[in-house]
């Protein structure tokens, strides 16, 4: 139906910067929200970033001034970059997005299956 997969993971040191990747295929009448959600061992899945369909963007407080969220509609893509990286933003990355089949159809939340990010110190 649909499929949403997330790229770009990886190891890195503190301080250093991973761009992730997530593209949305299958039967897409049209995308509205996408966004970026971390869990790490034991906690919670938490939002890191959001974007709507015009760009509008909403950022965790956690990752403010250090990551930027950005969607290109041609690819159903959406893209975190994420710079200055600490061991705290260790967590299993995924996707989600808002995806409209048709004309009559609603709105329905699609997840991908995560990326693994690790940073070291």
């Known amino acids: 139906q649909v499929q949403v997969v997330e790229s770009g993971g990886g190891l890195v040191q503190a301080g250093g910067s991973l761009n992730l990747s997530c593209a949305a295929s299958?039967?897409?009448?049209?995308?509205?929200?996408m966004g970026w959600y971390r869990q790490a061992p034991g906690e919670r899945r938490e939002l890191v970033a959001s974007?709507?369909?015009?760009?509008?963007?909403n950022y965790a407080d956690s990752v403010q001034g250090r990551c930027t969220i950005s969607r290109d509609n041609a690819k159903n893509t959406v893209y975190l970059q994420m710079d200055s990286l600490k061991p705290e933003d260790t967590a299993v990355y995924s996707c989600?997005?808002?995806?409209?089949?048709?004309?009559?159809?609603?709105?329905?939340?699609?997840w991908g299956q995560g990326t693994q990010v690790t940073v070291s110190s």
């Open positions: 989600n997005a808002f995806v409209v089949t048709s004309a009559q159809a609603e709105p329905y939340v699609y």
């Open positions: 299958g039967s897409i009448f049209s995308i509205n929200t």
């Open positions: 974007i709507t369909s015009r760009g509008i963007t």
